[in-house]
């Protein structure tokens, strides 16, 4: 079993930056492949990205590609999402989600383990 915590949202005006992070439980964390979702009103989930569980291999939604990076410590059982250069389509729900084999997938659906979400507001 794994919980998942997430930290950092807020409010930030466009054009800033901003890190979220994901703190999880359990002695596993290392094993899992990490991915981050978001959900903006209206909307449906959507994938952001995601990383192996060596962090050796990465992925991003074409809509955040070279603005986000995904990136984790599994010493400090911990992944983190730096998104730069936000706009106020980023507003959303950003939640975190661990996948119980190694090798991400981009579909919420396959995703074992989610956590709660954090609130991501960008003002234009």
């Known amino acids: 079993q794994v919980q998942l915590v997430e930290s950092g949202g807020g409010l930030v005006q466009a054009g800033g930056s901003l890190r979220i992070s994901c703190a999880a439980s359990?002695?596993?964390?290392?094993?899992?492949?990490m991915g981050w979702f978001r959900q903006a009103p209206g909307k449906e989930r959507e994938f952001v990205a995601a990383?192996?569980?060596?962090?050796?291999?990465?992925a991003y939604a074409d809509s955040v590609k070279g603005r986000f990076t995904i990136s984790r410590d599994n010493a400090k059982n911990t992944m983190y999402l730096q998104m730069n250069t936000l706009n106020a389509e980023d507003t959303a729900v950003y939640y975190c989600?661990?996948?119980?084999?190694?090798?991400?997938?981009?579909?919420?659906?396959?995703?074992?383990?989610w956590g709660q979400g954090t609130q991501v507001t960008v003002s234009s």
């Open positions: 989600a661990a996948d119980r084999r190694p090798i991400y997938s981009f579909k919420a659906s396959e995703y074992d383990y």
């Open positions: 359990g002695r596993t964390f290392g094993a899992y492949a």
């Open positions: 990383i192996t569980w060596s962090g050796g291999y990465t």
